[in-house]
């Protein structure tokens, strides 16, 4: 089992920036990699970012690339989403996941957080 917790969503005008934290706990090491996905209201899950825990090699949606940066602190076992540049359609609830694969595919991702919300203000 491995145990995620996001925080760090809030209210932020148009232009401004936001970090999330993703602290994941348990068997970490059973899960290759963490992934962070949004939902809009009245749409899918969608993704946004991934992150290996041993390479740091990352990925990105095209819709954030250039504007949000994914990183991770093995020590900490904490993975971080750096979001700058923020509109309002970055408006979702921001859930932090674990999972074995490297995929955008939500259903490859095993363990989910609770969710942060972040609203970005016109």
């Known amino acids: 089992q491995v145990q995620v917790i996001e925080s760090g969503g809030g209210l932020v005008q148009a232009g401004g920036s936001l970090r999330l934290s993703c602290a994941a706990s348990g068997r970490t090491f059973s899960s290759a990699i963490m992934g962070w996905f949004r939902q809009a209201p009245g749409k899918e899950r969608e993704f946004v970012a991934n992150?290996?825990?041993?390479?740091?090699?990352?990925s990105y949606a095209d819709s954030v690339k250039g504007r949000f940066t994914i990183s991770r602190d093995n020590a900490k076992n904490t993975v971080y989403l750096q979001m700058n540049s923020l509109s309002v359609d970055d408006t979702a609830v921001y859930y932090c996941a674990a999972g074995r694969i490297a995929t955008p595919a939500s259903r490859f991702y095993d363990y989910w957080g609770q969710g942060t919300q972040v609203t970005v203000s016109s």
């Open positions: 992150i290996f825990w041993t390479t740091g090699s990352t």
